[in-house]
């Protein structure tokens, strides 16, 4: 079924009287000027789901204690979170294909043209999109030089982090090697899609979650190591999506990029962000035990991570 295109000044009215959001903090003129310039009404709205809704009463169907103001401070959130996923997820990139090369170049079973026939074998629609390349793209001098003849050292310039991570997985799955992050690059290149395209990471806290995984025992086993960190939170927090994916991905960083410069810097961003950003309206979600119980658990992690480089 359909629904009825809103305007501003309606979509105002159907969280206030539809869904029960309230506007005491930020006054309706003040999110009229929000959604207006600065956010839109789909995607405010879906951080509502981390909130509980009446079952009964004449409340019935409306969210509890749900302000406007909550729902403006979780999109801002989100806005800062997904930028320092950019920033470590290039840098992982970058540290992948520095640890690929580095090690192929002590491989004496492989030229680095067979592994890309076998990439191109098994997925041949990269080489398809490598060749669409050739005319407009910032890469297209390279396509047009090493259409039918790429190797390993120099398709890594012209494929995205998607088909790269496809090449990583093969050649590690064929060259067993210590060190390699190929159980776990999945992870990686799903929640840099997510914060790439813009998408909410932090709207899906509540069960059930948009999609089923199965967990990196490898990284979970980790992450018991963490003090303060009971065995049912760990298991509980670790079947989110987003959740699992981003230990993961801060597992990833951690391993692979050998600067340390860039760790502390990346690591001492996302510390100050844990513990100076997020909290800076703390008072909106003290009524929100699952918000908390969530910040709680990442800011743990968060903290194991920094001080391993520190």
Partial sequence: MRKKKLSIDEQIDYMKDKSGIQFNIINEEEAKKFLTNNNYYFKIKSYAKNYGKYIEGKNVGKYINLEFAYLKEMSTLDMYFRRIIMKMTLDIEHFLKTQLLRDFSCNDAE????IIGDLFERFPYIEENIDKKSKNSICSDLVTKYKGNFAIWNIVEVIGFGDFTKLYK???E????????????WSVRFLRNSAAHNSCLLNSLR?????????????INFVSKIDGISRKTRQDKMRNPII??????LYVFNNIAT?????????GE???????RFIANKEFFEKNQLIISYYDFIKKIIDYFYDLCI
Avoid at 111 to 114: H, K, P
Avoid at 244 to 249: A, N, Q, R, Y
Wanted: no cysteine.
């Fill in 270 to 276: 996302l510390k100050d962000l844990i513990d100076n």
């Fill in 111 to 114: 030229d680095g043209y067979n």
């Fill in 244 to 249: 699992h994916d981003f230990v993961v991905t």
């Fill in 170 to 172: 093969i050649y590690y």
């Fill in 174 to 185: 064929k060259y067993k090697t210590k060190g390699s992050m190929e159980k776990h690059v």
């Fill in 207 to 219: 069960i059930p979650y948009s999609k089923k995984i199965n967990p990196n025992m490898e990284v």
């Fill in 259 to 267: 600067s340390e410069g860039i760790k502390k810097n990346t690591m």
